[in-house]
């Protein structure tokens, strides 16, 4: 299995703005209810597990118009949005996209570089910008091993925060996401363990 290589490599800075919830922030259709605990989800569609943070009770999948394939004899890339606004706030939640059949510049598996620009692309819907980025490798316990990469980043004012962790797993696509407009995102143990418990390939 192909491992990314993403120590040295540098992102974009992106616009600076007050850190906003993605283009999926307002929707109509997002029923999201209060929750004492944490809510675990396992999506079938978009071929994930994970723990989503008190607040989620409800969660909306979507399925977006697909990416257009980049050779006429290639499948498109298939896409699945997750996502829920904490306590039905817009400044607050978290998301996990699932990309399928993607593919690499040279029409085979793709790399970091398919993976970076996902990523960015995520915080570009964001206005964040980013203030730091690490390489992250873990193995699962069947053994396999899922890595990529975690940007953290901020608004102007540094008080808003964003936490984007774009993963490649057996050639799929993961970018996880959370926001948080009034800050103290990245030590809050509720979105840790949302992070921490991603796992691909979902259970009945």
């Known amino acids: ?41 396992s999506s079938v569609r978009g071929d994930f597990r ?3 943070p008190p607040g989620c009770a409800k969660l909306v999948t979507k399925v977006p118009q697909e990416e257009a394939s980049t050779e006429d004899d290639y499948p498109a890339v298939a896409v699945t949005l997750t996502f829920c606004d904490r ?9 996990v996209s699932s990309f399928f ?10 790399g970091s570089e398919q993976v970076i620009e996902r ?11 980013i203030n730091h980025e ?19 980043a901020s608004d102007a004012s540094g008080v808003g925060q964003a936490w984007v962790r774009g993963l490649l ?16 995102l990245w030590d809050d143990p509720d ?7 991603f796992q691909p390939g979902a259970s009945d």
């Not at 306590?87 to 998301?95: D, I, L, P, T, V």
């Not at 059949?101 to 793709?110: S, T």
């Not at 797993?169 to 103290?184: F, L, S």
């Open 119 to 129: 990523v960015v692309r995520f915080l570009k819907t964001m206005n964040a910008t």
């Open 101 to 110: 059949n993607v593919l690499g510049k040279d029409g085979g598996a793709p």
């Open 169 to 184: 797993y057996q050639g799929d696509i993961y970018v996880m996401a959370a926001w948080k407009n009034t800050g103290k």
């Open 50 to 52: 994970v723990v989503f």
């Open 191 to 197: 979105f840790q363990n949302f992070f921490n418990s």
């Open 87 to 95: 306590y039905q706030e817009k400044g607050e939640g978290c998301s």
């Open 134 to 152: 690490t390489p992250i490798s873990k193995e699962l316990p069947d053994g396999s091993i899922i890595e990529g990469i975690d940007l953290l």
């Open 1 to 41: 299995m192909k491992r990314l290589l993403l120590i040295g490599l540098l992102l974009p800075t992106v616009a600076l703005a007050q850190v906003k919830d993605p283009v999926l922030e307002g929707s109509p259709d997002n029923p999201t209810t209060l929750n004492e605990g944490p809510v675990s989800h």
